[in-house]
């Protein structure tokens, strides 16, 4: 063990005394693009007697995959109550093979006077694909709140962020609209 050590470091003393001092012991950081960025924001209310809301999201153009990496927001709603996100994104371009993405709303709540309800900010670091599907959504989000205030209205405006890869995989090729 002694000699695994002794032998790097009598290299080094060895440099050192030639006047050769590394200036960097590590690795530098860089500006690496994964690709173009992408930002949807997702406003929803939900009227009285609505357990659930969904909404397609469709401005990812053809021939990118999106590659979502954070998802946060803010709900207004009745206090203590708990929400949760779904998405449904597809791998392969077909809406048959729907990825659930499950997202629980946790982060901090207080009391809003001017919206008259409670406000619950979340940020939640993610990490996934999704490709256009035939009805041309890149994915889907299903809102989902519980039965004990359906007659509260609920308002959610959440940020859905990451960014686009090109895509060779053309899911309207793959799978044409039926009828055609």
């Known amino acids: 063990m002694i000699s695994r050590i002794r032998t790097p470091l009598m290299c080094v003393l060895v ?21 173009e960025p992408y930002q949807h924001t ?6 009285n007697n609505d357990p659930s809301m969904n909404v397609p999201a469709t401005d990812v153009p053809v021939g990118k995959r999106l590659v979502v990496r954070d998802v946060s927001g803010v709900i207004y709603g009745p206090k203590g109550e708990k929400y ?8 392969t371009g077909s809406s048959q093979d729907a990825m659930w993405h499950t997202i629980a709303i946790t ?8 919206a008259n309800a409670n406000a619950t900010i979340f940020s939640v670091p993610s ?10 959504r890149a994915y889907r989000v299903s809102i989902v709140r519980s039965a004990a205030n359906l007659n509260h209205p609920t308002f959610v405006k959440m940020t859905v962020s990451g960014y686009l890869v090109d895509d060779p995989i053309d899911p309207i090729i793959i799978f044409p609209p039926r009828g055609q």
Request: aromatic share 16%.
């Open 84 to 91: 949760k996100v779904i998405f449904l994104s597809s791998v």
């Open 107 to 114: 982060g901090e709540s207080f009391d809003d006077p001017e």
């Open 127 to 136: 990490y996934w694909n999704a490709r256009r599907d035939e009805q041309h």
């Open 15 to 35: 440099l050192a005394g030639f006047g050769f001092v590394p200036r960097v012991a590590y690795a530098q950081a860089q500006d690496i693009s994964n690709g």
């Open 42 to 47: 997702v406003d929803v209310i939900f009227a």
